[in-house]
């Protein structure tokens, strides 16, 4: 499940959504949970398609996720996947899971699929049952279509106080067939009073099994979308879909596959590129932020380390004030829990290199305030202990991340 | 180690230093380290103290903490503790660990003691060196008394971005004598640019020799030091003293002892009470939030879940908005790695129970706010699974943090 990502061909595509591969509609409608805002989204597949999932590794998983994974345990095949923000449906106990059930049921009547084929995901106020009235009739709305303006309508209906839509949208060859991967996501916003969640939607068109899928998925959310951090905190209804209706016509791909590289690396890089909007979106963020780990033992340290930087309160406060603080990355790598050399670090930030073998280096504090000017950061990290090799991605701590999270629910 | 605190008598005295316990001067001066605060400070004991000592966990241990080690490595006994603040002499290669032998070896020949009787610390700045010029002149100028104004000067010598001096001293008896535990510390405070670095001294006169000492210390910065978090990060200069001059005629002391729980709990207490302070010191702070965690498999992991949540940044900004945000609470138990069952868990916010049996109860938001307007906010977290529990402190997320840590170095 590794990727020589020398080899792999993949290209973005600007304007790519999650109805760009072949296969998929989507929609999504204001059904008054909020105020104004598209709040009730779905993706439909026009052929039951191989699905795969990853969920919170919260002890408190929402009710929509618990109806996905009984959704998934039939056959582990999606015809469509049916979205509410602005209530998470979390902490609500049996009612909570009746109504999940219902929203999933109404789903599946309303485009006549058969109820395990929809998955149901939320985000939103957690503690607070779904208004199922307005849920009802949000889902006799859905009339979805294959245009960039449904996919967006999509990517507005799930967001929740996320700034900006994210979507993503990469192409590669396989057997010399087009194969498309496409994506939606929130994130990182938060509605009063909750916590961040991270949601997901990808769609490929690739020939695939369910199987393969759910173990590649698998693997590239621990170096995507398990790699940002916004403030450390895991929501309970994080969740991430993929379904690949199989339209691009190519043989069946599994790791075995000569092409199997292109299809893994644009499916990566739809993750990877959705998970970096998503930290970039972070509350009352103004900067993106990337560390990058070289020299661990393993690529688990590194990845550990990376995200152990990228989390410090303190190097996010730094990166904001333009601070070119690397006594705060060295606190940051001090207490991970991983094989560090104290004597042999490097850090750099950006091009300017400010610890050497442990050493503080000489460096101009105005070219290190300029760089620092920049909307993003990166930060380079080198152990010399090892291959292993890790990124994380996260966002500056501001005042108004303080004033996003601090103001009343009420 | 265990004590019944029921059992234990023990008595907070208001005024009481690291001077109060018999055997103990102390000296802060001003060696222009900072350019107007005291910078430089010495506790010193009549006689050669049974000693403990416990450090940061971070992989780059300052090199004032090498020496310590090296210094206690001989006989584990003390007769000083000399500290600087300004410069805290991590990250600074050879020329560090010289520079912090050197200030040992001046402390020592300064009062006519072994070098290796004495501890060094050290906090501010990373990765410069310290200025000896400075630091010999000011050493020089120590004249150690037993008076509260020498211990005030200590107290102040050893802050950084502190708003408050940290003091705390208890009284015990043991074989009907007087014993008297005393300490100081300063935290969370931070000079530009670097980490919130803990320091605690503390003395007494208790009769007990170094391994036992050691082993108390250890016991009880598990339930307290280790159980504040201000900003999540370590630093890499944090160090807890104690010093022991046996001067109280006590018969030595052990956990055999039948007065060895008073001891015990005097120094649990100076210890909880100091990391209670820094807590609620922490940077840009307005209040103290004490976080018990009821009903766990086990102590470590009531603390661990305890820690989480005051550590959480989404609960951190919810208490400085006065938002009565039971939600965040549930996101960070969920993520806690301790056996959680998530149908049965109870929350409340000072007197307002939230969650019971993991369903959200009803309360007045008028109540609950009017609650977080206080200056210290508990919550009680009950997990119905045994008799673990544990306690965490932690302080709020303001717009201060942010400008405090945000602002240039230079």
Redesign the interface.
């Known amino acids: 499940m590794t990727v020589t990502k020398q080899t792999a061909q993949v290209t973005a595509l600007a304007g790519g959504t999650v109805v760009t591969p072949k296969g998929f509609q989507a929609a999504g409608v204001h059904a008054g949970l909020h105020h104004s805002k598209k709040d009730i989204g779905v993706i439909v597949c026009d052929v039951p398609a191989s699905a795969a999932a990853v969920y919170?590794?919260?002890?408190?998983?929402a009710a929509p996720l618990k109806v996905t994974q009984a959704s998934l345990a039939v056959e582990q095949k999606l015809r469509a996947v049916i979205v509410n923000s602005s209530c998470a449906n979390?902490?609500?106990?049996e009612q909570g899971l009746r109504d999940a059930y219902e929203m999933r049921d109404l789903c599946a009547k309303q485009f006549g699929f058969a109820p395990h084929y929809v998955a149901v995901a939320s985000t939103g106020?957690?503690?607070?049952h779904l208004p199922m009235e307005k849920i009802r009739a949000g889902i006799e709305k859905l009339a979805p279509g294959a245009m960039i303006a449904n996919a967006e309508a999509f990517q507005t209906a799930i967001l929740t106080t996320d700034t900006v839509m994210k979507h993503a949208c990469y192409e590669t060859k396989v057997d010399g067939k087009t194969v498309i991967v496409g994506g939606a996501a929130k994130g990182s916003g938060m509605i009063h009073?909750?916590?961040?969640t991270m949601l997901a939607f990808i769609t490929t068109d690739a020939n695939i099994s369910s199987p393969v899928l759910q173990a590649a998925l698998r693997s590239i959310t621990d170096v995507s979308f398990n790699q940002i951090t916004v403030?450390?905190?895991?929501?309970?209804n994080d969740m991430v879909v993929v379904m690949a209706s199989g339209l691009a016509g190519n043989d069946e791909l599994t790791p075995d596959h000569p092409d199997w590289e292109n299809f893994y690396e644009a499916l990566r890089k739809t993750c990877e590129d959705l998970a970096k909007q998503i930290a970039k979106d972070g509350e009352g963020a103004t900067k993106l932020i990337e560390v990058r780990v070289h020299g661990a033992k393993t690529d688990d340290e590194a990845k550990k380390i990376a995200k152990q930087i990228v989390g410090?309160?303190?190097v996010k406060?730094?990166v904001?004030?333009?601070?070119?603080?690397?006594?705060?990355i060295?606190?940051?790598?001090?207490?991970?829990d991983a094989d560090?050399d104290?004597a042999n670090v490097d850090v750099a930030i950006g091009p300017i290199v400010m610890?050497k073998g442990?050493?503080?280096q000489p460096f101009s504090?105005e070219e290190a305030?300029a760089y620092l000017q920049n909307d993003m950061i990166v930060i380079d990290v080198d152990l010399h202990l090892g291959d292993g090799f890790g990124i994380a991605w996260g966002c500056d701590?501001?005042?108004d991340?303080?004033?996003i999270?601090?103001?009343?629910?009420?």
């Open positions: 919170t590794q919260s002890h408190f998983q979390a902490c609500t106990g106020v957690i503690g607070e009073p909750n916590m961040a403030d450390g905190d895991t929501s309970t410090s309160n303190l406060t730094a904001y004030g333009a601070d070119a603080n690397w006594g705060r060295i606190g940051a790598i001090g207490y991970a560090v104290p610890l442990s050493e503080p504090e305030v701590l501001t005042y991340y303080v004033k999270n601090a103001s009343y629910r009420t």
